[in-house]
């Protein structure tokens, strides 16, 4: 029988179950709650930036205490120079914005001193943001859930450089053109979250994030 000649049709492909063996793909099946071991991000290479982000009592509020900190390592490119015109809530005239890719992450103590810089600081997660046990908070701010991480809008820093001059000691001058300033992000995830066609894309590329930079900003004191 000839094959037929029309237009082809609009529409997804069929998927092979052979495209789902990749440990990439170990999303489908998985309990809820379970861990997955994330393979190294092939954007670690490329990776330029180090955040310093707090995670706050109460998820979100930046004027509660900060119970732990973030240490997340991505590609980071920027985006847009906020003019007076495009100032608004968590964006100020004069900021950068930036966005890109987690490659690894690690969960520290609220108050990290500058071992967040060390070239032997220990990863505890790649591609996305680490969740684990809260720690104790206060009568004030209980603990909603038994497992959380930093979420948006949260406050921290950046050193945005050359990664592979720092140092074991977490020097940050190691880069004279390295930007070591004030952070803010803004938002985690975009543009599809964990679920769905998100839990493919954050395995593939890692978690996006978006943010803004505020240059010039002594942060050593």
């Given at each position: 029988?000839?094959?037929?000649?029309?237009?082809?049709?609009?529409?997804?492909?069929?998927?092979?179950?052979?495209?789902?063996?990749?440990?990439?793909?170990?999303?489908i099946?998985?309990?809820?709650g379970?861990?997955?071991?994330?393979?190294?991000?092939?954007?670690?290479?490329?990776?330029?930036?180090?955040?310093?982000?707090?995670?706050?009592?109460?998820?979100?509020?930046?004027?509660?205490?900060?119970?732990?900190?973030?240490?997340?390592?991505?590609?980071?490119?920027?985006?847009?120079?906020?003019?007076?015109?495009?100032?608004?809530?968590?964006?100020?005239?004069?900021?950068?914005?930036?966005?890109?890719?987690?490659?690894?992450?690690?969960?520290?103590?609220?108050?990290?001193?500058?071992?967040?810089?060390?070239?032997?600081?220990?990863?505890?997660?790649?591609?996305?943001?680490?969740?684990?046990?809260?720690?104790?908070?206060?009568?004030?701010?209980?603990?909603?859930?038994?497992?959380?991480?930093?979420?948006?809008?949260?406050?921290?820093?950046?050193?945005?450089?050359?990664?592979?001059?720092?140092?074991?000691?977490?020097?940050?001058?190691?880069?004279?053109?390295?930007?070591?300033?004030?952070f803010?992000?803004?938002?985690?995830?975009?543009?599809?979250?964990?679920?769905g066609?998100?839990?493919?894309?954050?395995?593939?590329?890692?978690?996006?994030?978006?943010?803004?930079?505020?240059?010039?900003?002594?942060?050593?004191?």
């Amino acid at each position: 029988m000839p094959r037929p000649t029309g237009p082809r049709p609009i529409g997804p492909r069929p998927i092979s179950p052979r495209s789902c063996n990749s440990s990439r793909a170990g999303v489908i099946g998985v309990a809820p709650g379970a861990t997955l071991g994330w393979d190294s991000s092939p954007l670690e290479p490329f990776a330029n930036a180090r955040l310093l982000l707090n995670e706050n009592a109460r998820p979100g509020d930046i004027t509660t205490p900060v119970i732990a900190t973030h240490v997340i390592e991505c590609l980071l490119e920027r985006a847009q120079y906020i003019t007076a015109k495009l100032n608004t809530t968590g964006v100020e005239t004069g900021d950068f914005t930036y966005n890109g890719y987690i490659t690894r992450a690690a969960k520290l103590s609220a108050t990290p001193g500058f071992s967040w810089l060390s070239s032997e600081l220990i990863w505890q997660q790649n591609g996305r943001r680490v969740a684990s046990v809260s720690a104790p908070r206060s009568v004030a701010y209980p603990t909603a859930q038994a497992i959380s991480t930093v979420v948006a809008p949260c406050d921290g820093l950046i050193w945005l450089g050359d990664l592979s001059l720092l140092n074991p000691a977490g020097n940050p001058d190691v880069d004279p053109y390295a930007q070591y300033t004030k952070f803010a992000v803004l938002e985690f995830g975009a543009p599809y979250n964990d679920g769905g066609i998100g839990a493919l894309v954050q395995l593939l590329i890692g978690e996006r994030i978006y943010g803004t930079l505020t240059p010039n900003i002594d942060v050593r004191q």
